[in-house]
């Protein structure tokens, strides 16, 4: 069961630039979020008869029934043309950002941290010609998750034993694609496109993946593997 009412209230400052006949460009945004959270209570259920339950920290209460989450960080974008010439390009995008978040959980009086600190990408486009190549890397680092399936596996009691770093550096997509010239009048050219995801993670974390969330539909359930 789950009763909630949430108003969100945010402010922010940012700078852009741009150099080199804007072919280096630079953005950085600070950013303070207040979410006042009305939540009475909640729970789900594991099996039958059972039930995990949630409790919040490190919230600030304003009046009864009523807490507010804080959110602030900094987000910086760079992205720049090394290559722009006739027939070849070759274009990077970069992001990096920290934020603080004053939300913690506890399953089970197990501290629990399921937001990152610190995340970003990194994305590569080239083309030459009728070829084209694109390539995403992207990582967050700071959040935990607990791992369920393995504290149910052990049968164990203490989740505090199952609580992972989740940090992970991911190399998300990697495509290529060409183009056939047609030259007709209703069809200039055809475009073939191969795509892959999700080819490479580097994490500490056991578990089948650290970028999961299984009940992240509810935000006061967030950072449990389970399923």
Sequence with gaps: EIRTQQICSEWNVGVQAAFLSDRLRFEARYYDRQIDDRCTSFCFGRQVGETIRWKRHNRVKIGEGVERITARGVEVDLSGSV????????DLEA???????????EYMSAGLNPFPKLFGGL???????????????????????LNLNRMYEDRATDPSEYIENAGFMRLGTVGVHYMIPVGLKWLDSIRLKLMARNLF?????????????????VASQHGLDYG
């Design 201 to 217: 993670v580097a994490t500490p974390y056991s578990g089948y993946s650290p970028d999961v969330d299984c009940y992240s539909r």
């Design 83 to 90: 290559i722009r010439k006739a027939g070849m390009t070759l």
């Design 123 to 145: 994305g590569i486009s080239f083309t030459a010609k009728r070829f084209g190549a694109q390539v995403l890397f992207d990582g967050a680092w700071g959040q935990e998750l």
């Design 95 to 105: 992001n990096l950002a920290y934020q603080e978040n004053s939300a913690s959980y």
